[in-house]
């Protein structure tokens, strides 16, 4: 059993003692407060918000889209506009189908503003769902619109974000990276989602080089190579690093040589380890930048392409596998679950 950090232990006690709603709700304020959410709201008077004495074309023209909503349902936005650390892929990914989700079972609209560090939509489109909102469709009046948080997987976060909404606002705007969908991933992110034409182009790309029975071998290393930069996370030594590299290619080996002729595709957060590993016959791996999207200022969004790809693809494999060192503790990745629970493909993890 992992031991509790000081933190952990406080707010386990306190859960015992004044309830998961009471301490969760602090926890959330807390949050909120801490990562300045509330920041860049503002109150207008009615005078203003009915038009008079405007002097500001915009603050016109929000007005007006108010107005013209204020007949409509209440909207729940998901938000990843660089305000704190929004999650990997996965993570996004997964908060955006729960918030969705949670909005198709409360009768609320449902919109996406990803922003950070690139607009969504230029690598996935809207399918069954529009969900694509313009940034002066958003409203920072403070009666209009509020901040509301998800982050912790612990607690029941369905009731927490019941909680935190009410009748009076019209827009509610969530950070969240929690997964609230148990088995339906698929479901919502298939409603959400589909490849944009540059991402599309790229699976046929890759699919023509996998051919159509391949497998899916995935590896996170984080920084121990010292070659993908990731919050603070640090390098191995030279020798531990070489040490993980063998380990991990001796795997993707291991795999050939038990399997047939069909491809392997291996995916990995380390250029180095990709550049090895695609030496080995019959692997296969993605072009691209290795970057993590909570750590990459580019805004170009073909810089993350790599990664949509990749998952893309996993779930289109006939299985996908999941290395595990215990001795360097490689990062146990959700990337490759996720993916694979996207096309209902068989998935484990190798441990080592």
């Excluded at 997964?179 to 339906?184: A, P, Q, S």
């Amino acid at each position: 059993m992992i031991p509790l950090t000081p933190k952990e232990a406080v707010i386990r006690i306190a859960r015992h003692v004044l309830g998961e709603e009471r301490v969760h709700d602090h926890l959330i304020k807390r949050g909120i407060k801490l990562r300045h959410l509330r920041d860049d709201y503002t109150e207008k008077s009615e005078s203003d918000f009915n038009g008079i004495n405007r002097e500001a074309d915009e603050n016109r023209e929000e007005c007006r889209q108010l107005e013209d909503s204020s007949n409509k349902r209440q909207v729940l936005i998901y938000m990843a506009d660089g305000k704190w650390m929004h999650g990997g892929l996965t993570d996004r990914l997964r908060g955006m189908a729960s918030a969705y989700k949670f909005a198709t079972e409360h009768n609320l609209d449902f919109k996406i503003y990803h922003t950070s560090p690139f607009l969504l939509q230029e690598i996935l489109e809207p399918n069954k769902v529009n969900w694509i909102i313009d940034e002066k469709q958003i409203s920072k009046n403070c009666s209009v619109a509020k901040p509301v948080l998800l982050y912790r997987e612990d607690f029941n976060n369905d009731s927490a974000l019941e909680r935190q909404l009410d009748k009076t606002h019209q827009q509610f705007h969530l950070y969240s990276c929690v997964d609230t969908l148990g088995e339906k991933f698929a479901e919502y992110f298939n409603d959400l989602f589909k490849p944009s034409q540059v991402l599309a182009q790229e699976l046929i790309h890759y699919e023509s080089l996998l051919g159509t029975n391949y497998s899916a071998f995935s590896f996170r290393f984080q920084n121990k190579l010292g070659d993908f930069k990731e919050f603070t996370f640090n390098e191995l030594p030279s020798a531990g690093k070489q040490k993980l590299l063998n380990a991990a290619l001796n795997a993707i080996k291991r795999e050939i040589a038990t399997g047939s002729q069909n491809k392997i595709l291996v995916t990995a957060d380390s250029p180095t380890f990709l550049a090895e590993a695609e030496k080995l016959p019959n692997v296969v791996t993605v072009k691209g930048k290795s970057i993590h999207i909570d750590f990459n200022s580019s805004k170009k969004a073909t810089d993350y392409l790599k990664a949509f790809t990749e998952f893309f693809l996993i779930s289109k494999a006939s299985s996908a596998k999941l290395y595990r060192n215990r001795k360097y503790k490689t990062y146990p990745s959700n990337f490759p679950k996720y993916a694979a629970s996207l096309g209902n493909v068989p998935y484990e993890i190798i441990e080592e």
